[in-house]
C-alpha cells in the first residue's frame, strides 16, 4: 500500500517568507504528516522535496493495511490544513495538500527503516493519483477502495487519465473514514447481485404508495441466507431523501413477545416522543408507553387503534417505510395487527416490508392476499454467473482472499453453493484458508467459521448471542470477561455483527449466525448468562426522559425461562433451581395474565401453559392457572381446550379437594355456555369458608344460572358477592370480570338507576387505560341515562362509544351501539329511527350467527312499526321471525301480537278477537311474572294495560303495578309517562 501526500502553496511561502520561518513551518508540515503515518504503522520511504511517500504492509502485511493507510492519510490531511488555518490567520498565507493512495505488488529493498526502497509500478501509480488530485483531496486508487469501503465514505470521481498508463484509471475521493463504521446499516461492502428486478419491483410499489398516497405492504420470502436482508437494505439505501424508515424485528426467542417489533420502533422515536405524544393524544400516549411496560396493560383493540395512530403521525409530513423482519417468528396477534393496519391507514404514505421465511404460509396461509396496494416476492437462488461475481467480489473485499482466489476456487464455490450467497460466502471463506473439504449445510459452515475464531472473539459473540439478536457492548460487558470492544471490532471486520440502528448497539448481521452461536454454546455457560441477565434487567429502570427502553418483562421471563431449563438439563441438583423455577414461573403466569388482560388470547394462552409446565407437580398456583388457560380457550371457543386445562391441574395437584372443586365449578360454566343446564346449590355445601377463589367462580356459576332464569336481582347479588372474595384475593382479572358483567347487569337487574350511574362511573374511571372495556360501560350508561330522562346526555354518551368502537374496529359492540341507540331512540319517541337501528342490529346480528338475540331485535322493530301506526305491517314483521326465542323476546312478541289483534279489530263487532287478544296478554303478563328485570315487567304491564283499554276493560291494576315496577327502577322517563296514562282514565 502505497501514499503520497504534496503540499500545495509552497512556491508562495517561499517567496514571501523568511527562509527559517519556512524551515519551521515545514517541519511542522512534516512532523504532522510523520505522526499520522506512524501511528497507523506506516514507513516513510522517503522525502522528494515538499512530498512524502510512505509505504504500509513492510516488514509484515496486515489485513487491515488499506485501512491504515486512508487513516494515516485523512489525519496527515487534518493536520496540514489545521496549520494552514493558523498560517493564514497569522501571516496571511494559505497552504493546502493533495493525497494519493495505491494499493498492488511492490519490490522492497534493503532494511526498513531510514534505509528502505520500494520499487513497482504501485509506486507509480499512487504518484500520479496524488498529482492528479486538487488541493484539499484524497484519491484512492480503485483496489483500495474496495478493501476500506466498509469504513469509508467515498464518492467516484471521472476515470483517470494517468502518464504511463495506457487505460483510464478508475479512482475514488475520499470523503471521510471511520474506522468503527463496518456493519453499520447501509454500510455493505459489496454490491448487490442478481436482484434488480426484486429491487425495482420494491420500488415501484413504494413510488405508488407515495404518488397514491396509499398504504402498502410487501412480502419478501426466501430461505435463510438468500439475501431477503441484503436486499431490503439496499431498498433502504436508495430511499428518496426524507423518508421515515422505522425497523421492528420478531425475536425467535421466547414467547408472548407480541409487540416486542412495536416497541422497538417506538424507541427509534424517544428523542422526538413529546411531539408524537402530542399528536397521537392521551389515550395513545397511555396506550404507547403501556408496551413498554410503563402503565397498565391496554387490551388489543386500544394497542390496536393506538398503533395506527402512532404510524399516522409518522407518515403525516412524509413518507414511511415499515419494515418488520423475521415475520415467521410473529404472534398471531401481531399480524392481525399488521393486517388491520394496512387495511385501515388511508391518505397516508405507509409501506410495510415484511420479510419472512416461506414457513409463515405454514401459520397463516392467507398471509397477503387480499391488500390492494401489495404484492409478495419468493427470493429464488442466484444463478451461476450471479455467484460467480459475487465470488469475485468477496474475493476483492479483502486482501487475504484475494491471495489465494484462482478461476477453480471461484467455479467451485459458484457450482456447491446452490445459488445461496451465504452459503456462497461461507464456503468461498472455508477454501481460502486451505480446508479442501466443505461442510454439507450452512449450519455446518457456520460452526466452522466460528471455530476458527480467537478466544477472545469467539466469547463475546456467545454472550451476545446469549442477549439477543441485538446487544450492547454494556450488556457484554456485564456478562464478564474482558473488555469486548476490541472483540467486536475484529467481528465487524469479518462481518458477523454490525452496528444496530439504535446508539450503543450492535446485531448480528444474519440471524442464522445468531441461532448457529447460541446451539453451539455450553448450556452451563448459557443457563448462568441468561440467571445474570434476568437479574440485570430486573434492576434497570428506565431513564426520566427516555419513555421507551430497549426490554420488557417479556425478556426477564425468557431469560429466567431459559435459565430454568438448562440448570435443570446439566445441574438437576443445584440449590438454586427451585427459587429460580419459581421466579420463571411467576414471571410467565404474570405476563400471561397481562395477555389475558389485554385479550391477546394466543400469547396468553403460550405463556400460562409454559408457566405450567415449569411449575412442579403439587404447587398450589396449578389451580389458578388452570382457570386462566380455560377462560383464554373458552374466549377462542375451544370448549374442548378449556376443559383439558382443567383435566391438566387434577393431574398436577392430584386429591387436593380445592382443586377439584373449582374444577368442577368451572366446567359447570363451561356447561352452561354449550346449553347444558346445571344446579349451583348442589355445590355450595362443598365450599370451604376461606376458599375465595372456588368461592368466586362459584358466584360467577350462581349468577349465570340466575341470568338464564330471567332472576336478576339474584344474578346482581351474586356478582357483588363474587366481587367480595376477588377482592380479598387481590385478584384484579377476577374483580374485572365480575364488575364488568355487574355493570352489564345493572340495566335489567332491580339496581336503581342512580346506583347503577355511580357503578359506571367508579368504572369509567378504573378502565379508563382501555376503551374496548369502557364500550359496555358507556352503553349501560346511555341506556340508564334514557330511562331516567336524560336522552341529551345519553346521546352524547352513545357517540363516545361509537367512536371508541369506529377507532378501535370493534364487531360485536357497534351492533351493541345501534341497539341501545334504537332504545333510546324509541324512548325519545323517534320511531322510525329505533325501528332502523333494529333492524339493522338484528341483520347485523345473524350474519355473526347470533340467531337469539337477532330474533329479539326484529320483535323491537315491529313494536316499533305498531307505533307508527301500521298494526298490518307490524302483524307481516312479527309473522317472518324465526328461530330461537329468549325470555324478553317472547313475552315481548306475545303482548305484541296482542295489540296488534286488537289494533284490526272493530271493538263492538269482534269480541271472540279481542277476547284471544285479552287471553294472551294475560298469559304475557303471568310469564313476565317470573322475572324481576323491573323494566320489562313495566313494559309488558302497560302493554296489557294498553289493550284491556282497548277490549273495554279496566286498565288501572296494570298500569300501576307497571307505575311500581318503574319508580323501584328510578326509571322516571317511563314513570312519568305511566302516571299521564293513569291520569287520562
Known sequence: MVLFIDLSGSTELAERLDPELLMQILERYYAGCREAIFANGGVIEKYIGDAIMAVFGIPLSREDDALRAVLAAHGA?????????QLERTVGVRIGAHVGVAFGEVMVVGNTGTDVRVIGDTVNTAARIQSAAKEGEILLGDDVARLVRQHAVMEEVPPLTLKGKKDPVRAWRLVDVEPDRAGEAGADTVPLIGRDEELAQLTRLHERVIRERLCGMATLLGVPGIGKSRLVREFLHRLPPGVRVLT??????????????????????????????????????????????????????????????????????????????????????????????????????VLFVCVARPEIYELRPGWGGGVACGMSLELGPLSGADVARLVQELCAERVEVMAHADEALHWRVAASSDGNPLFAELMLETLTEGDGSLPPTITALLGARLDRLGGDE???????????QMFTLGQVEMLGGETPSGPVRSLQRDRLVRR???????????????????????????????????????????????????????????????????????????????????????????????????????????????????????????????????DAELARGEASKAAAALDAAEEMLPGDPRTALTCTIQREMLGLRTGRGTDPEALRD????????????????????HIDAGRFGAADQALRDGVTRARAMGDRYEEDRLLGGLCELVQWSPTPVGE???????????????????????????????????????????????????????????????????????????????????????????????GGAAGTLEIYAARETLRLGDPRMAAQELGRREGPR??????????????????????????????????????????????????????????????RRAAGRDPSGALREALGAYDDKGASLLARRTRDLLGDL
Open 500 to 630: 444496530g440502528s439504535q446508539p450503543g448497539a450492535f446485531e448480528f448481521t444474519q440471524t442464522l449466525t445468531r441461532e448457529t452461536v447460541y446451539s453451539l454454546t455450553s448450556k452451563e455457560q448459557r443457563a448462568d448468562w441468561h440467571r445474570r441477565l434476568a437479574d440485570w434487567l430486573g434492576e434497570q429502570e428506565a431513564a426520566d426522559d427516555t419513555p421507551f427502553r430497549s426490554w420488557t418483562s417479556g425478556d426477564i421471563s425468557r431469560h429466567l425461562l431459559a435459565a430454568c431449563r438448562f440448570t435443570r438439563e446439566v445441574r438437576p441438583f443445584d440449590p438454586l433451581l427451585d427459587e429460580l423455577t419459581d421466579r420463571a414461573a411467576t414471571a410467565l403466569i404474570r405476563d400471561g395474565g397481562e395477555a389475558l388482560h389485554r385479550k391477546d388470547l394466543p400469547a396468553a394462552i403460550a405463556l400460562l401453559e409454559r408457566g405450567r409446565e415449569i411449575l412442579p407437580k403439587g404447587r398450589q398456583e396449578h389451580r389458578r392457572l388452570a382457570i386462566l388457560i380455560s
Open 686 to 705: 362443598r365450599l370451604e369458608q376461606d376458599d375465595d377463589l372456588s368461592w368466586c367462580r362459584f358466584h360467577q356459576l350462581e349468577a349465570w344460572t
Open 458 to 468: 469467539r466469547e463475546v459473540l456467545e454472550r451476545a448471542a446469549t442477549i439477543g
Open 756 to 850: 347503577g350511574l355511580a357503578l359506571c362511573a367508579d368504572l369509567l374511571e378504573r378502565f379508563v387505560g382501555d376503551r374496548a372495556l369502557l364500550v359496555p360501560v358507556l352503553l349501560t350508561r346511555a341506556r340508564l341515562l334514557g330511562l331516567s330522562g336524560k336522552l341529551a346526555e345519553a346521546r352524547e354518551t352513545l357517540d363516545t362509544a361509537s367512536r371508541y368502537v369506529d377507532e378501535l374496529d370493534l364487531g360485536l359492540p357497534a351492533i351493541a351501539v345501534a341497539q341501545v341507540r334504537g332504545l333510546v331512540e324509541s324512548l325519545a319517541g323517534d320511531h322510525e329511527r329505533a325501528r332502523a337501528l333494529f333492524r339493522d342490529a338484528a341483520a347485523a346480528l345473524h350474519a355473526s350467527g347470533h
Open 77 to 85: 490531511m487534518r493536520s496540514v490544513y489545521e496549520l494552514a488555518d
Open 886 to 947: 329468549q325470555l324478553r323476546g317472547e313475552v315481548t312478541a306475545m303482548v305484541l301480537r296482542a295489540a296488534i289483534a286488537v289494533r284490526l279489530t272493530d271493538q263492538a263487532a269482534d269480541q271472540p278477537a279481542h277476547a284471544e287478544a285479552l287471553e294472551i296478554a294475560g298469559r304475557a303478563a303471568e310469564l313476565v311474572e317470573t322475572t324481576d328485570d323491573p323494566c320489562l315487567r313495566g313494559d309488558v304491564l302497560v302493554e296489557v294495560a294498553q289493550i
Open 248 to 349: 421492528g424485528r420478531c425475536p425467535s426467542y421466547g414467547i408472548g413477545a407480541t409487540y416486542r417489533p412495536i416497541a422497538e420502533m417506538l424507541e427509534d422515536v424517544n428523542g422526538d416522543w413529546p411531539a408524537v405524544a402530542a399528536a397521537v393524544g392521551p389515550d395513545g400516549e397511555r396506550t404507547l408507553r403501556a408496551l413498554a411496560g410503563n402503565g397498565q396493560t391496554p387490551g388489543v383493540a386500544e394497542i390496536a387503534r393506538a398503533v395506527r395512530s402512532f404510524l399516522e403521525v409518522m407518515a403525516d409530513d412524509r413518507p414511511l417505510v415499515v419494515v418488520l423482519d423475521n415475520l415467521q417468528w410473529a404472534e398471531p396477534t401481531l399480524l392481525e395487527l399488521v393486517d388491520d393496519c394496512v387495511s385501515w391507514l388511508t391518505d397516508v404514505p
